[in-house]
Nanobody, 124 residues
């Protein structure tokens, strides 16, 4: 079992920044590829970014490329999402997720463990 706890969400004006964190416990963190997903009201959960266990492989959805940065600190069992130049359409609940699979994945079905989510609201 892997337990995931997100933090760092909040209310920010358009153009602002937030940094999300996800602390993992229960298993060896570096053995898991990690992902960030988000879900806006009335919409399906969608992929944001993913990173392999070593941090060597990274993927982003097109809408956040150049604005968001995913990273991890395996010594601290923590995953990060630095979000810059935020837009109102980034408003959603953000979830971190873990998979024991090796590479980076955008499909929610590849992830076995999920956090409870943290709300990000971007005002215009």
């Amino acid at each position: 079992q892997v337990q995931l706890v997100e933090s760092g969400g909040g209310l920010v004006q358009a153009g602002g920044s937030l940094r999300l964190s996800c602390v993992a416990s229960g298993r060896t963190f570096k053995n898991y590829s990690m992902g960030w997903f988000r879900q806006a009201p009335g919409k399906e959960r969608e992929f944001v970014a993913a990173i392999s266990g070593s941090g060597r492989n990274i993927a982003y959805t097109d809408s956040v490329k150049g604005r968001f940065t995913i990273s991890r600190d395996n010594a601290q069992n923590t995953l990060y999402l630095q979000m810059n130049s935020l837009k109102p359409e980034d408003t959603a609940i953000y979830y971190c997720a873990a998979t024991a699979l090796y590479s980076v994945y955008s499909d929610v079905r590849n992830y076995n463990y999920w956090g409870q989510g943290t709300q990000v609201t971007v005002s215009s």
